[in-house]
Every structure is written in structure tokens, then in C-alpha cells.
């Protein structure tokens, strides 16, 4: 298991590290003088990090590629009030040398109970057409294997090994509530939408060593995709209501809600506006929550700037926590351990310097 995970930058900001990191992203570019510099994105479980290598890159520039594993030291700073690695010294790792569970994060929850409510929830369905259309999704093994396995994106909300499935059932609970409150609203409509909404991704996203975008993610997007596979299983349903299908591609195509989110269409009708609304909030709270659990080792009540955000936030449970009581002072013996004893750590501090992003 690594020492220096990515959550633990701001224990070790203006500090030396050397741990090992999965290549998310690698680019080349020019300084100022015309000569080369590598930028990376570099990714454990714990979330992705800026880096960037000014000096002796020659030697390491055909090294590696994306997906590779490194083994990095360079000092951790800020620039522009977020982290970023500068690069001393790398060296590629073989996979013999990489523990795969330090670098794409999983859902802590089990896979198969949270299959087993998502399939109890379409057992529940009154509409024949729109539940015999979703068991044809559940009940193609090649989808289903990916539906269990998907992150629900790459970096913005439930980021991780079994996050689409994660999201859709925290959506469908959150849609048989709000069914309970308003019940003009379709149930089976709007859940047909939840379980379609993301479905995409399982081929917009790749996600064996890092979690990126496939060539068809990158050109078409998940919402494009999902129309695609929605009219394959459509074709196998003779007599489907065409109204209905109509009903699903809106629901596909506007649940990012606004034209600036990449929406084709605004929500025009209840379930539509409604799955925008739950899926947001669920999005954002997930974001929320992971932002907590990241620094929940940190004191004070402020979490580090959230980039999906564009905000810091405030943990109110750990603000309304009752304050510790002060340390009392060491005593001497303490202050002056051995100095013989050994000692481990992943980083050495060196004196804070202002960070650059080009030389």
C-alpha cells in the first residue's frame, strides 16, 4: 500500500514526497525557450494531481505513456490556489511492483445488494412497456457487467469503481420520495429516466487503470450513446408506444438541465424536470460528501477549494463539534527524542517558495 495518497496534499504542501501514481493524462509542450516540458495528470483512489517536470526531460520523455504507473519525487505546492507536483526525478514501474487497489477508487458499498434494490424498485413497475424495457438492458449480461462496474463520471461525482450504479440507486430512492410528495408525477416514467440517464457511460468512459474518455465518449458523449442503445433494445420490443419512446430520448437529452451544461433541450415536462433537479442534487452531494471524507483528517471546519463547485466547504458537523480541549505542553524528555530512534516519513519539508507554472 502507498505511503502518499493524493488527499494528503495539504498535510504535506511545500514538502518533498516520492509515492506512485497512475498516468491520467500526458502532454508535451514548449517553455518559453522553446524546449520541452512534461505536464501530467497524475491519479491514485484518492483523486488527481497536477504535475508538471521542467528539468531533464529528454530522458524521460518516450519513458512512459498514459495508463503507465510511476514512481515519482518532486515537491507538492500551490498554484492558483490548487495543488500541483513538481517533478525531480520518475521512473516507470511494471505491474508486478503496483498494488491495482491504490489507484481506482470502489465504491465501498456491496454491488450485489445495491443490484438487487435497483431490481426490486422495475419488479415494482405498472407500466409493462417501460419495465420489459429496462430488463432488457439488466438482462443483457454484456451491460449489466459494465452498469455494475461504471464510475458515474471522471472526476465530478461518484468518481469510483461501481459509481453509476451507486448513483442510480441513491437517484431511485430519491425518486420514489419525491413520487410520494407530488403524485401528478409518473413513478415508472420518471425511474425508467434515472436508470437511462447515465447509461452512456459505460461506453463513453474507460476505466481499467484510470478513469478517462473513450474515442466514441469523446466525439458523440453518453447522451448521444444512450439514444443509440436505447433504440437497439426498442427495435427488440414490438409495439412499443412511439409517444413513450419520445417521452425516454427527452428525458435522455435535457437532464443536464441547461443549455450551458451541455443540454440539447430544457426539460419540458414533469419527469424531465424533475430527474434534472435529482440527479443535480444527487451530483452535488455526492461531491459534498467525498470532499469531507477526503480531508476528514484536517482540522477545522473548512474543506480545501471543491473545483466541481467552485467553492471551499464548510463541514457543519465538524463545526458544531464540541472544541478539544488545548495539548498541554511537552516536557522536555519530549522535546528532545533519540535521535538514534528510527524514524519513517514520505516527505522532507523544504523551505516554501512561490510555485510557477512556466519557465
Avoid at 431490481?119 to 420489459?132: A, E, P, R, V, Y
Avoid at 440527479?279 to 476528514?296: I, N, P, T, V
Amino acid at each position: 500500500m502507498k505511503d502518499f495518497y493524493i488527499c494528503d496534499c495539504v498535510r504535506h504542501e511545500n514538502k518533498i514526497i516520492t509515492s506512485t501514481f497512475v498516468v491520467v493524462a500526458k502532454q508535451i509542450k514548449p517553455k518559453k525557450t522553446g524546449e520541452p516540458y512534461l505536464a501530467l495528470t497524475l491519479g491514485d483512489r484518492s483523486g488527481q494531481l497536477e504535475a508538471k517536470m521542467w528539468d531533464n526531460v529528454d530522458e524521460v520523455l518516450e519513458a512512459f505513456e498514459q495508463d503507465d504507473f510511476l514512481k515519482v519525487k518532486g515537491l507538492i505546492n500551490k498554484y492558483k490556489q490548487r495543488f500541483q507536483l513538481t517533478i525531480h526525478k520518475l521512473r516507470k514501474l511494471g505491474d508486478p511492483e503496483i498494488d491495482f487497489s491504490d489507484y481506482l477508487p470502489k465504491t465501498t458499498k456491496n454491488i450485489d445488494e445495491l443490484w438487487q434494490t435497483l431490481t426490486g424498485f422495475i419488479d415494482g413497475f405498472q407500466n409493462s412497456h417501460l419495465k420489459s424495457v429496462v430488463r432488457a438492458f439488466m438482462g443483457d449480461p454484456e451491460i449489466a457487467a459494465a452498469y455494475r462496474n461504471a464510475p458515474a463520471a471522471k472526476t465530478l461525482h461518484h468518481a469510483y469503481i461501481g459509481g453509476l450504479l451507486d448513483h442510480v440507486v441513491s437517484l431511485f430512492r430519491s425518486c420514489d420520495l419525491m413520487c410520494r410528495n407530488y403524485p401528478q408525477v409518473n413513478r415508472d416514467l420518471l425511474m425508467t429516466g434515472a436508470f437511462l440517464h447515465d447509461i452512456g457511460k459505460i461506453h463513453e468512459l474507460t476505466y481499467n487503470r484510470s478513469f478517462s474518455y473513450t474515442t466514441k465518449g469523446q466525439l458523440l458523449g453518453h447522451m448521444i450513446i444512450e439514444l443509440e442503445m436505447l433504440q437497439a433494445k426498442l427495435a427488440l420490443l414490438p409495439g412499443f408506444p412511439e409517444e413513450l419512446k419520445t417521452l425516454l430520448e427527452h428525458l435522455i437529452i435535457s437532464h443536464h438541465g441547461e443549455y450551458a451544461f451541455g443540454s440539447p433541450k430544457l426539460p419540458m415536462f414533469p419527469e424531465a424536470l424533475m430527474l434534472h433537479y435529482l440527479d443535480d442534487l444527487d451530483s452535488k452531494m455526492e461531491a459534498m460528501r467525498a470532499q469531507f471524507e477526503r480531508e476528514a483528517t484536517l482540522e477545522g471546519a473548512w474543506t480545501s477549494y471543491n473545483a466541481s463547485l467552485g467553492r471551499p466547504l464548510l463541514n457543519s458537523e465538524k463545526f458544531l463539534a464540541p472544541k478539544k480541549a488545548p495539548t498541554p505542553e511537552p516536557s522536555a524528555t519530549e522535546q528532545h527524542p533519540n535521535l538514534n530512534s528510527p524514524a519513517e516519513s514520505v516527505s522532507e519539508e523544504v523551505p516554501a517558495l512561490p510555485a510557477l507554472e512556466t519557465k
